[in-house]
């Protein structure tokens, strides 16, 4: 099972930037399509953003289209979570994770379609 370390998280004023990454361990990260979720305080998890093995297909909740933007690079292992504009609202701490199949993708991910969690980074978005 890929071992997944996600960094970045940080305390950022609101309308700031911040970068997340989440490094795998094997290089059997290509296969999997990935997936940012967030969790905040007393809230369920939920998926952020998703990308296809292949990196040509992403999807965002409703919530972040426009200000955020996954992306990867498989020659380091890596996946990445661009956030800009953020709100108060994006507080949580953030995982990636991989999902269980490998080249496959889907529009609408659920939770368990996902293994492979990382230990997750807190974002904290406040002035």
């Known amino acids: 099972q890929v071992q997944l370390a996600e960094s970045g998280g940080g305390l950022v004023q609101p309308g700031g930037a911040l970068r997340l990454s989440c490094q795998a361990s094997e290089r059997t990260f290509g296969s999997n399509s990935m997936g940012w979720f967030r969790q905040a305080p007393g809230k369920e998890r939920e998926l952020v953003a998703a990308?296809?093995?292949?990196?040509?297909?992403?999807g965002y909740t409703d919530a972040v289209k426009g200000r955020f933007t996954i992306s990867r690079d498989n020659a380091e292992n890596t996946v990445y979570l661009q956030m800009n504009s953020l709100k108060p609202e994006d507080t949580a701490v953030y995982y990636c994770a991989a999902d269980r199949r490998v080249r496959h993708y889907s529009g609408s991910y659920q939770t368990a379609d996902f293994g492979s969690w990382g230990q997750g980074t807190q974002v904290t978005v406040s002035s």
């Open positions: 990308i296809s093995w292949n990196g040509r297909y992403t």
